[in-house]
């Protein structure tokens, strides 16, 4: 007997530049938010807090606009798909898979709470306040503050589920999720069409529509 052929697998561009440094600047202003409102750095909590919206705005943008893989409509599917993947009748595609895009959109849909909720929150005395709290009463920016903390426990054990997701299908699964987020790439068995790229003009209309908007919170 001869030996079995070796399946051919080919090496996909699975996350674009914009999508990975969106990402991994996400992880950093959730820590930053994070350290500097436990420190007391109210000042630097809310610059985090403008870099958060900024960047949350702009990957709802490239949700819609970017590159292939980075669209809502390539990896957002029905709950019969997610129960297919989970009886493993899922065929692996570049970029997430079914139960992936729900924590995708559950941690998209926090952090937008997340910070808007930080755009109108009032501290107790008054005198540390959100930049766009002016436009509610004081009850609502004191309500605002409460859920601001509430929603941010949830988003932290959200993130510690999306890790131990992450961990889980490496030791479980040998899928480098987490590779495939700092270098972009994953192997997958068969012959695959490398995902379409969005083109720079789109990029530099994200950057600046995210950049703009953060700015005018900054100015309310």
């Not at 630097?44 to 958060?52: D, E, K, M």
């Not at 970017?66 to 709950?79: D, I």
């Not at 969005?198 to 900054?218: D, E, F, I, P």
Request: aromatic residues 12%.
């Amino acid at each position: 007997m001869g030996d079995e052929p070796v399946p051919s697998r080919t090496r996909v561009r699975v996350w674009d530049v914009p999508t990975r440094l969106a990402h991994w600047l996400i992880a950093l202003g959730v820590g930053a938010c994070w350290w500097t409102g436990d420190t007391g750095r109210l000042e630097w909590h809310r610059w985090s807090g403008y870099l958060l919206l900024g960047l949350v705005v702009f990957r709802l943008y490239w949700g819609l606009f970017g590159s292939a893989t980075a669209r809502f409509r390539a990896f957002v599917r029905g709950p019969r798909t997610v129960v297919d993947y989970l009886r493993g009748r899922w065929a692996p595609r570049p970029g997430h898979n079914p139960l992936g895009a729900l924590s995708v959109l559950a941690l998209l849909a926090l952090l937008a709470v997340q910070v808007g909720l930080g755009l109108f929150a009032v501290d107790v005395d008054g005198i540390e306040s959100g930049p766009l709290s002016a436009w509610v009463s004081f009850d609502t920016g004191r309500a605002a503050a409460h859920w601001h903390h509430v929603v941010f426990n949830l988003l932290l054990a959200l993130i510690a589920l999306h890790i131990l997701a992450i961990a889980w299908y490496r030791i479980a699964r040998r899928e480098k999720l987490l590779g495939a987020m700092l270098h972009g790439h994953r192997d997958f068995p068969g012959a695959f069409t490398q995902p379409a790229t969005a083109s720079a003009l789109r990029l530099v209309v994200g950057v600046l529509l995210a950049a703009l908007l953060a700015w005018l919170v900054t100015r309310a």
